[in-house]
């Protein structure tokens, strides 16, 4: 079994680890970037079906939609990757206080 300076070390690593949330950041870029490849590509699609000729700003508009689509995934990915080390760092971490009792509750002596 771990001796407890181990265990406390190995709470303050965990809980610093935890303090970032990163996959939060990354959802929320995946979310902006979503939202500028759908507004992106909807306006390309409407030039090219109001227009006679074939424009081309409705290219661009639709590359760069495609390509805030392609970092959307990207990031989604990450974010999803860094939300299960997250809940396995939590786990981890619930169990390092557990058994250094932190939660237990303590009894008022009379």
Not at 90 to 107: A, H, K, N
Request: a positive charge; glycine letters at 8%.
């Amino acid at each position: 079994m771990s001796s407890e300076a181990e265990l406390q070390t190995e709470l303050q690593s965990l809980s610093k680890r935890l303090e970032d949330r990163l996959s939060i950041v990354h959802f929320a870029w995946a979310f902006g970037l979503a939202c500028a490849a759908f507004m992106g590509v909807g306006v390309g699609i409407k030039l090219f079906h109001d227009s006679i000729r074939t424009p081309k700003l409705a290219f661009v508009l639709l590359a760069v939609g495609m390509g805030c689509a392609i970092v959307a995934a990207i990031r989604l990915t990450r974010g999803f990757k860094l939300f299960a080390a997250e809940g396995r760092d939590y786990q981890r971490f619930m169990t390092v206080r557990s058994e250094l009792g932190l939660d237990r509750p303590q009894l008022p002596s009379a």
